[in-house]
């Protein structure tokens, strides 16, 4: 009892020494909060629309007239045709990410993204309350749009505020308190769909993306600071070509590997998300009660997040670098879908669910991260929101379709093609491993122990 009391007054110790040398980490922590937090309360929401039975809820009328003149069924395809329709999204988005990024300064276009976030937030509570036909699909289709965005936004600033060294001593911190917003989104969820209804979670959503906004306002000397003594300028627009990340991508050994390892990560999770879909949909009847699952579900995902973030992330990634944080998760995947495809019973799904985004949380995407800041602005901004929009959604387009495929031989199937690509996301986890030896430690002259102070 002792020597536990003692590692936490450690534990506490170092995070109080992180909050003296890092002001900042505050904000950033709060920033992260705020926004897993409003997505997590929309989160259930969207996944309940993805399990929906129910085509008129989701799609267009136009659309399911359209299926029925030519005999098909559109509930059958829900998630299929979603994933299509987000992947469009992402690739029509993608250059007009870009060219923002290319024109404007940071302290421009960050409020603009988190401004139109807002404002359509209020459009959907509109369409929600209103009951307007195709609700469903545009929100789910959103819905991924903002989440990735939001967050590849989010920690492409986190690496204009911190540095590499600093990077790893906060990483884990920023990220728990992310993971105490995912845990408090779907309890919000949980407890006040059913009261207030689906529309009216939209607005506390948008509360909480308008604290984001602060957050972004306050960080902002900070980050100004730190890239004026990296590269000698004082937040001016990058310029160069809005399709400039695509071009990084592929010429950068580094950004290869992340994208194969992003495509094949995705994978897995498709699969997973799938099968859960379909279980969800044969055992609950109505949208609130699909969301109050799904909420139930995020909870013990980020219930072992934020123990794993506590106990291992951060001394993992101090003692070992990014190597454990990226591998072990593989390894982890992989053993789950052997077990899957010898026995696929529902429980275990859920299991291997829980098992494999907490790990995506609480140790991959870390490592991942800390990359960003050993690189320049356009592979923060740029290149990153490729992998994470472009190739994120690419996979899910890819593998939703496959799972659809497979799903008439069965599930033992399923996830035994799961475990070959499981296989391609460590091959991917060690490429990383490797490019990143590449990488110089610390690409400029900057003080290690905090960021620096805004002038």
Not at 32 to 40: D, I, N, V
């Amino acid at each position: 009892m002792i020597s536990e009391q003692a590692g936490a007054d450690r534990r506490l110790g170092r995070f109080r020494a992180a909050l003296s040398a890092s002001p900042p980490l505050w904000w950033a922590m709060l920033y992260f909060f705020s926004l897993l937090c409003g997505y997590y309360v929309l989160r259930p929401v969207r996944d309940a629309m993805g399990a929906s039975s129910d085509a008129a809820a989701v799609f267009p009328r136009g659309l399911i007239a359209l299926g029925e003149r030519f005999g098909i069924e559109l509930g059958e395809f829900t998630l299929q045709l979603l994933f299509t329709a987000t992947f469009i999204a992402m690739v029509v988005l993608q250059p007009l990410y870009g060219a923002l990024v290319s024109r404007f300064p940071r302290r421009v276009f960050l409020p603009a993204v988190y401004l139109a976030f807002i404002a359509c937030l209020f459009g959907f509570w509109w369409a929600f309350d209103s009951a307007i036909p195709g609700r469903g699909a545009a929100f789910f289709v959103w819905v991924a749009v903002f989440n990735l965005f939001a967050v590849t936004v989010f920690w492409s600033f986190m690496a204009d505020v911190f540095d590499n060294a600093n990077a790893k001593q906060v990483y884990g911190y920023i990220g728990a308190a992310g993971t105490v917003g995912a845990l408090v989104g779907p309890a919000i969820t949980r407890f006040l769909v059913e009261p207030v209804g689906v529309a009216n979670l939209l607005l506390v959503s948008a509360g909480f993306l308008g604290i984001c906004l602060l957050c972004i306002m306050k960080l902002r000397p900070w980050a100004r600071a730190r890239e004026h003594a990296r590269e000698g300028i004082d937040g001016q627009a990058m310029g160069g070509s809005m399709l400039a990340g695509l071009r990084l991508v592929w010429q950068r050994p580094l950004l290869r590997a992340l994208a194969l390892l992003m495509f094949f990560g995705v994978g897995v999770g498709t699969l997973l998300y799938n099968e859960q879909a379909r279980i969800v949909r044969a055992a609950f009847a109505t949208a609130e009660e699909r969301a109050a699952f799904y909420s139930m579900l995020d909870w013990a995902i980020n219930g072992l997040t934020i123990a794993i973030q506590l106990l291992l992330t951060r001394f993992l990634l101090q003692r070992y670098g990014i190597a454990p944080l990226l591998l072990l998760p593989a390894f982890a995947i992989m053993l789950g879908f052997a077990a899957l495809s010898a026995s696929p019973l529902p429980m275990l799904v859920a299991i291997v669910q829980i098992v494999t985004r907490a790990s995506e949380f609480s140790l991959a995407k870390p490592a991942r991260e800390t990359l960003y800041t050993r690189v320049d602005r356009e592979e923060r901004y740029k290149a990153k929101a490729v992998i994470d929009t472009a190739v994120y959604r690419g996979g899910d387009l890819t593998f939703v379709w496959v799972h659809k495929a497979l799903a008439t031989l069965g599930s033992s199937m399923v996830f035994l093609a799961g475990l070959g690509i499981a296989l391609g996301m460590a091959f991917g986890a060690w490429r990383v491993v490797r490019a990143e030896r590449t990488l110089p430690q610390d690409p400029r002259a900057e003080p290690a122990h905090a960021p620096p102070k805004p002038t």
